[in-house]
């Protein structure tokens, strides 16, 4: 089972399920192409790349389906799916057997979104691009600790002053670095 979330908005491909489902997931688990500059060779077969070979944007369609009962189910989910352009970038998190990825997307083209009939059946497909077409892990947030006596910090720091030290018989005597004996 694939879980696409969306803000406001959460499908999953559960054919028993009422009310708005997922039909398709196109370029999610697409790879994506690289962004090639490539040099001909002026005498010689072939061409070079340039490094770095960096990657080509994330194209990927969410297309869904509403089985409901109720015409106002059908207006709401209308707005809430064509809400999505006014978002600019948002994040999308795909649930599958694997875990979740998410990523940064905004709406990359026009929303279908087409009434079958008004009590309560309608299709849509949101065109969505990201910039970055990698797939991100769930965010981890850790701790390092405190500092302790056992860890090798003595705390709080600096508590004990230890004032700079400086010999008295220096190499240099002091009218040989400034003659004029000013400092």
Avoid: C
């Avoid at 006596?149 to 008295?168: C, K, Q, V």
Wanted: hydrophobic letters at 40%; charged letters at 20%; proline letters at 8%.
């Amino acid at each position: 089972m694939i879980t696409v979330t969306l803000p406001g908005l959460t499908l999953t491909n559960d054919p028993s399920r009422t009310g708005a489902t997922l039909t398709a997931l196109e370029g999610w688990y697409d790879s994506v192409g690289p962004r090639l500059d490539v040099v001909e060779y002026d005498h010689g077969h072939g061409a070079y790349d340039q490094d770095p070979v960096y990657d080509s944007p994330r194209s990927i369609t969410v297309a869904g389906h509403l089985t409901v009962f109720s015409s106002t189910a059908v207006f709401e989910l209308q707005r809430t799916v064509m809400a999505l352009k006014a978002l600019g970038g948002f994040q999308v998190a795909v649930t599958d057997p694997l875990g979740v990825l998410t990523a940064t997307v905004r709406v990359g083209g026009r929303i279908e979104f087409d009434v079958v009939d008004e009590e309560g059946e309608a299709v849509f497909e949101i065109p969505l691009f990201a910039r970055d077409p990698r797939k991100y892990g769930p965010e981890v947030i850790a701790s390092t600790g405190l500092a302790s006596t056992a860890g090798g910090l003595t705390f709080p720091l600096g508590s004990t002053r230890i004032d700079p030290f400086f010999p008295s018989d220096s190499l240099y005597p002091s009218d040989t670095l400034f003659p004029s004996g000013d400092i």
